[in-house]
């Protein structure tokens, strides 16, 4: 268990992927916040730095959503012209009305919507069928968003695979 603050010191690779160059593990949310703010800061750059929120470790939505929201917060301190980042909204009561009560079940939220739009993208359809819901286990949820981003679909192949 660890909050990963993810540090990109090199831009994009050969694949055209930006990698981070290093990641620190930190079960500190402050220390998270802190290290995400002062390579956004050295750099002058929102693309620096992010962190990847382990939210075993929060004991709130309000406390996982304000870490996650961190390099987004720094922009919005520091604006750079032409660039945009959202921030999730913080009130608990927002995410009350889909359910969501606890850090876990946000992460298991935002991981079906990711899994949605990652299908999506792939296939170009939304997923149909899948089996998925808010009472699926949160280990199921990330073994199937696993499953899908190591699926990389041949030039040939236009069917979903799932």
């Known amino acids: 268990m660890a909050h990963k603050v993810n540090i990109y010191e090199n831009g994009f690779d050969e ?13 500190d949310a402050a220390e998270a916040e802190r290290l995400v703010r002062e390579e956004m800061s050295r750099t002058n750059s929102m693309m620096a730095a992010d962190v990847h929120v382990d939210w075993r470790l929060c004991s709130s939505i309000e406390e996982y959503v304000r870490l996650g929201n ?10 750079i012209d032409g660039c945009f980042m959202s921030l999730l909204v913080e009130d608990p009561e927002h995410w009350a009305q889909y359910g969501v009560t606890t850090p876990e079940e946000l992460e298991k939220h935002r991981l079906l919507q990711s899994y949605s739009d990652h299908y999506k993208e792939t296939y170009g359809v ?37």
């Not at 694949?15 to 079960?27: A, M, N, Y």
């Not at 961190?70 to 604006?79: G, S």
């Not at 819901?133 to 799932?162: C, F, H, K, N, W």
Request: zero cysteines; proline letters at 12%; a negative charge.
């Open 15 to 27: 694949d055209g992927v930006l990698r981070p160059s290093r990641i620190i593990e930190t079960d």
């Open 70 to 79: 961190a390099p987004a917060r720094w922009l919005a301190e520091n604006p």
């Open 126 to 162: 939304r997923p149909r069928h899948h089996g998925m819901t808010m009472e699926t286990p949160i280990e199921e949820v990330e073994a199937a968003y696993d499953r899908l981003a190591d699926m990389a679909p041949r030039e040939d192949d236009q069917s979903p695979g799932l």
